[in-house]
């Protein structure tokens, strides 16, 4: 029988101050994060390549604010790591985090790979874009020892990939063809995958429609109609719209000088 409280999520949203977070619900009964001690919590964060600078994000720190579609995204990632593993014909499901720039996107990303690495043992990379196509075209360098092969099984076979800022880059035909590479072998094989974009997501009669210059920012015209046909099949969409946290940290840690 579901908690009553989290409806079985493992976390329940509270009202501070005005404003909704996520905390752990008291059915979760203590749940040890990720083995024994700070040393190996810290070693199975970078076993899974998160950077640094995320290792501090989760559901609890996320802050939604007054932003309706922030609070729902937080209640749909929470509700993603509680329905794992999605079984039947959505196993595999993954989610597409939209939205500009400082919303959270990579935070809940990040938060729902962690929760799932210690709560229920899911083995998990993350990956930026930038940094996979520079990794895949390193191994091109013969000096670098390493073969495509070697750099993409990881990523192919991982239970759980997390690719941030997908479509930071103008596509070309071969990087199109190995990203379609990657995500067509890991929906074959029912692995779950989250991804982060800075681009909305329309279908490809919307773009077309569209003046040149807002047509170049939609997704599908960043990696193609291939790609985005099999990420609306892998994954549901959570749209995020909301402040700019970078930029009101950046703004409130400037020093304004009088002449």
Known sequence: MACERCDGTGFEIVDKDG???????????????????????????????????????????????????????LQRAIA?????PHQGDREGLGLLFTGSNGVGKTHLAVAVLIELM???????????????????????????????????????????????????????????????????????AQRATIITTNYPDVDREKALAADPLTRREYLVERIGQRLRSRLMEMCVVVEMDGTDHRRAKQDGNRFHLKV
Not at 80 to 84: L, Q, V
């Open 118 to 188: 210690q709560s229920r043992g899911v083995r998990g990379q993350f990956w930026d874009f930038h940094e996979l196509i520079r990794e895949i075209r390193g191994s091109y360098d013969a000096e670098t020892r390493t073969t495509e092969l070697q750099v993409l099984e990881p990523v192919v076979d991982t239970p759980l990939l997390v690719l941030d800022d997908l479509g930071a880059w103008k596509m070309t035909d071969w990087m199109n063809d190995t990203l379609f590479y990657i995500l067509n072998s890991r929906y074959l």
């Open 80 to 84: 993603y790591h509680a329905g794992w």
């Open 19 to 73: 404003r909704e977070y996520a905390r752990p619900c008291a059915c979760r009964g203590g749940v040890a994060a990720g083995g024994d001690g700070p040393d190996a919590a810290l070693n199975a964060l970078k076993a899974a390549r998160i950077p640094p600078r995320y290792r501090h994000c989760t559901f609890e720190n996320f802050d939604p604010g007054q932003m309706p579609r922030l609070r729902a995204a």
